[in-house]
């Protein structure tokens, strides 16, 4: 029998986030004889804890919730916190030897791009370095080409759509580099869709004599909740009847709620929040839409794509791959104009969205759950 890898994964927690969701699905589906995994997080907190298999150890830095307010009471726990994290960036040696109890890894993973650093400066010079990117760095702040460029430093970078790969292709000074980068799918779960979208709708009423028009992320300024909401009001006032449902939660989501207020229409958008299963809604509503500004690659499509739904979606990092350059959903120009020639295109033809509905009965999604696992795991096992 061949001796187990050692690795060990580092990622901030495992909220409710694209990132953390993919990780905990790769988890699942790897086999366990053949890997001792330490899964190392800053804090110990996220919907997705529970569902770790039993096998990996989770270590963490931290207990308790994330801070994301400055209530005076919250600062100095906050700030021990941001302390103890840069202490240990510093100087890991303190980290290595005292929780990871100088255990020689052969791999060390950082599950997403803001541990790049702590991955990077770890004290084991020996072990393999492993990166995987799930947004477009080249429009998230901060992320210069030159900072882009450090991540050079691993021995692949796993990416997850096509722009990521070509942003990095671009920044790549020679042949070797290139050989660090590979484009690999999200692993998702299809069944877990499927079978959660056929449970009861709670408190929402979807009326069949108004379309609506469903968006399910986190609401953040990225996700265009704003436009989609000024678009629902400017159909509205040219007479055509739907309401919008938008589902998730984030800091923005009072300042969205207050300009649904301020737009008047309260009575036809509604923010239901987060839930757990979202899929029920995406199954009643007529439309799927999509209103980000910028994405890494939108899983929310896939998921939208195996309920076979009609999508609407603006043209962003990832969109046309997903939907086939435009064959199995409308892509619109990334602006509230293009928001709004979409659902004006739904509302006034709704038989226009057919041809991808025929198109999707037969589609075989690239995005297969054991193609992901076999080919991150084959990255793995011959680094």
């Given at each position: 029998?061949?001796?187990?890898?050692?690795?060990?994964?580092?990622?901030?927690?495992?909220?409710?986030?694209?990132?953390?969701?993919?990780?905990?699905?790769?988890?699942?589906?790897?086999?366990?004889?053949?890997?001792?995994?330490?899964?190392?997080?800053?804090?110990?907190?996220?919907?997705?804890?529970?569902?770790?298999?039993?096998?990996?150890?989770?270590?963490?830095?931290?207990?308790?919730?994330?801070?994301?307010?400055?209530?005076?009471?919250?600062?100095?726990?906050?700030?021990?916190?941001?302390?103890?994290?840069?202490?240990?960036?510093?100087?890991?040696?303190?980290?290595?030897?005292?929780?990871?109890?100088?255990?020689?890894?052969?791999?060390?993973?950082?599950?997403?791009?803001?541990?790049?650093?702590?991955?990077?400066?770890?004290?084991?010079?020996?072990?393999?370095?492993?990166?995987?990117?799930?947004?477009?760095?080249?429009?998230?702040?901060?992320?210069?080409?030159?900072?882009?460029?450090?991540?050079?430093?691993?021995?692949?970078?796993?990416?997850?759509?096509?722009?990521?790969?070509?942003?990095?292709?671009?920044?790549?000074?020679?042949?070797?580099?290139?050989?660090?980068?590979?484009?690999?799918?999200?692993?998702?779960?299809?069944?877990?869709?499927?079978?959660?979208?056929?449970?009861?709708?709670?408190?929402?009423?979807?009326?069949?004599?108004?379309?609506?028009?469903?968006?399910?992320?986190?609401?953040?300024?990225?996700?265009?909740?704003?436009?989609?909401?000024?678009?629902?009001?400017?159909?509205?006032?040219?007479?055509?009847?739907?309401?919008?449902?938008?589902?998730?939660?984030?800091?923005?989501?009072?300042?969205?709620?207050?300009?649904?207020?301020?737009?008047?229409?309260d009575e036809t958008a509604v923010m239901l929040g987060?839930?757990?299963?979202?899929?029920?809604?995406?199954?009643?509503?007529?439309?799927?839409?999509?209103?980000?500004?910028?994405?890494?690659?939108?899983?929310?499509?896939?998921?939208?794509?195996?309920?076979?739904?009609?999508?609407?979606?603006?043209?962003?990092?990832?969109?046309?791959?997903?939907?086939?350059?435009?064959?199995?959903?409308?892509?619109?120009?990334?602006?509230?104009?293009?928001?709004?020639?979409?659902?004006?295109?739904?509302?006034?033809?709704?038989?226009?969205?057919?041809?991808?509905?025929?198109?999707?009965?037969?589609?075989?999604?690239?995005?297969?759950?054991?193609?992901?696992?076999?080919?991150?795991?084959?990255?793995?096992?011959?680094?």
């Amino acid at each position: 029998m061949a001796e187990k890898k050692k690795i060990l994964i580092r990622i901030g927690s495992l909220r409710h986030g694209g990132a953390e969701k993919v990780l905990v699905t790769f988890l699942k589906n790897l086999p366990e004889e053949q890997y001792e995994i330490d899964l190392l997080l800053n804090l110990y907190s996220g919907k997705y804890l529970p569902e770790v298999p039993k096998w990996i150890n989770i270590l963490y830095l931290h207990k308790g919730e994330m801070i994301t307010t400055n209530r005076p009471h919250e600062i100095p726990k906050k700030a021990a916190r941001v302390l103890y994290q840069g202490m240990l960036k510093k100087f890991p040696n303190i980290l290595y030897k005292g929780k990871l109890k100088n255990k020689k890894y052969d791999l060390e993973f950082a599950a997403i791009h803001g541990m790049r650093d702590e991955i990077l400066g770890s004290p084991l010079k020996n072990s393999k370095k492993i990166v995987w990117i799930h947004n477009d760095l080249s429009q998230v702040k901060g992320y210069t080409e030159q900072e882009i460029r450090k991540f050079f430093g691993f021995d692949k970078i796993m990416v997850i759509s096509e722009k990521i790969e070509q942003l990095f292709h671009s920044l790549a000074r020679n042949e070797k580099e290139k050989q660090k980068i590979v484009k690999i799918y999200n692993p998702l779960d299809t069944g877990e869709f499927i079978s959660k979208a056929d449970q009861p709708v709670l408190n929402y009423t979807f009326e069949t004599s108004v379309p609506t028009f469903i968006s399910v992320g986190t609401v953040f300024p990225q996700k265009g909740f704003d436009r989609l909401l000024k678009v629902h009001k400017r159909l509205l006032d040219e007479g055509f009847q739907h309401k919008v449902l938008i589902i998730g939660d984030g800091y923005d989501f009072e300042n969205i709620k207050k300009l649904k207020s301020e737009l008047d229409v309260d009575e036809t958008a509604v923010m239901l929040g987060f839930t757990d299963n979202p899929y029920p809604y995406f199954k009643n509503a007529d439309f799927y839409i999509l209103s980000s500004r910028y994405e890494g690659f939108p899983t929310v499509l896939f998921e939208a794509l195996t309920l076979k739904k009609r999508i609407i979606s603006t043209e962003v990092s990832g969109a046309a791959e997903m939907l086939n350059n435009g064959e199995l959903g409308l892509l619109v120009d990334n602006s509230e104009d293009g928001i709004y020639q979409g659902m004006k295109e739904a509302l006034s033809h709704p038989e226009s969205f057919e041809k991808y509905i025929s198109k999707l009965k037969n589609y075989e999604m690239p995005f297969k759950l054991e193609n992901s696992v076999r080919k991150i795991a084959s990255i793995l096992d011959n680094l």
